[in-house]
Structure formats: C-alpha cells, structure tokens
T-cell receptor
C-alpha cells in the first residue's frame, strides 16, 4: 500500500537553529499538508498546499515557517529559528482530489533544546 | 478553542463487545467528519468518514452515526478486537476531505481479550 514517508523520524535541534522536515507524499496525490501534535495535546493543522502554492494556513504558521515542493516529489517544512515551544510531532499528509481521508506519514519528532 | 470535543479520554471494552466512541462539535459549518486511528509512533490512519448529508455510514465492523441537530457523531466498532486498541480521533472539516481538519483530543480504546 502506498505510504507517506517522513524523514528524519526524530530530530534534536538547538533553540534558534533552522530545521527542515522532509516528506515524500504519495505520488499521485495532489493535496499536501503539515500538522503537528504537541505532547498531550490535539493534532493541529499548520498548512495545506495545492497546485504549488499554500491554499490555507493556521495562525501557528507564522513567518518562521515555510513549505516547499522543490522537485515534484518532496514536500518540506522549514522552521527558520526554532523555539522551545516548537517541540512536537510533525505529521505530513497527502490526499487525492475528492479523497475520503488523508494519508498521514509516521511523523517527525522535533525536540528543541 | 475546542470546536471538536471528545469528552472521554479513555474507554475499555471486552473483546467481542461493541465499542462506542463519541464526539461533539460546535461549529455548524462543519460538513464532513472523519475518524482516525492512531497507534504509538505512527501517524493517524483514516478509518471512516461521513458527509453531513448522511446520518450513517458503514464499513465492515465500523459504523459512524451523525446527529446534526445534536452536533454529535459516534463511531461503533462491532465486534471489538484486541487489535483495535489505539487512540481514536474524531475530525471535522468545512468543504470536504481536501480541506483542513480540526481534530478532537482523542479517546484511548483498550479492548481486553
């Protein structure tokens, strides 16, 4: 069964450093997303991406965040200057147009120290 | 901002019995609802969805019921199996499955052999 692949599975970074979280969505999917889950809290929407542009973003997704689909297969989330509160599990997801539900990756656990 | 609420953090049932997971929502604009299952160290896995034009959708052992007037949905699992033990998330969107999902906090289901 096709999968959404996320790398790395765990990343530790120092506060103020830039991180890039990588995702390979399912190849024929058209819509791409990033969500995050802070420990003990609910899964929260960050951003959706369609047709090579951001289609929607939450208030969490401020100027420190950016997304890119650089080569037609990868989908990346960059955090420019990480804060302690960015520590969370970050999930990438993708779906077809009119699909019944996203396919999520296994997540990247980001720890900011 | 708890637009989607799962008021039971946990539920324990015996193998073979029915599991009923509940979810309430406050945003009357939501028109598409989904249930996801999540095992530790994995991303959420799509289970079943329902559009607001329906009040029931069934897929094998899983049935979702929607009561729009009460802004309530439930997931029934019959019969429950030990492999169903996981965290179950209710999610909702405005406009369908390609749009951002608002998640509940999840209910940990434990199915005892």
């Amino acid at each position: 069964e096709p999968e959404v692949t996320q790398t790395p599975s765990h990343q530790v970074t120092q506060m103020g450093q830039e991180v890039i979280l990588r995702c390979v969505p399912i190849s024929n999917h058209l819509y791409f997303y990033w969500y995050r889950q802070i420990l003990g809290q609910k899964v929260e929407f960050l951003v959706s991406f369609y047709n090579n542009e951001i289609s929607e973003k939450s208030e969490i997704f401020d100027d420190q965040f950016s997304v890119e689909r650089p080569d037609g297969s990868n989908f990346t989330l960059k955090i420019r200057s990480t804060k302690l509160e960015d520590s969370a599990m970050y999930f990438c997801a993708s779906t077809l147009q009119g699909g019944y539900g996203y396919t999520f990756g296994s997540g990247t656990r980001l720890t900011v120290v | 901002d708890q637009q989607v609420k799962q008021n039971s953090p946990s539920l324990s049932v015996q193998e073979g019995r029915i599991s009923i997971l509940n979810c309430d929502y406050t945003n009357s604009m939501f028109d598409y609802f989904l249930w996801y299952k999540k095992y530790p160290a994995e991303g959420p896995t799509f289970l079943i969805s329902i559009s607001s034009i329906k009040d029931k959708n069934e897929d094998g052992r899983f049935t979702v019921f929607l009561n729009k007037s009460a802004k309530h949905l439930s997931l029934h699992i019959v019969p429950s199996q030990p492999g169903d033990s996981a965290v179950y998330f209710c999610a909702a969107s405005v406009g369908g499955s390609n749009y951002k999902l608002t998640f509940g906090k999840g209910t940990l289901l434990t199915v005892n052999p």
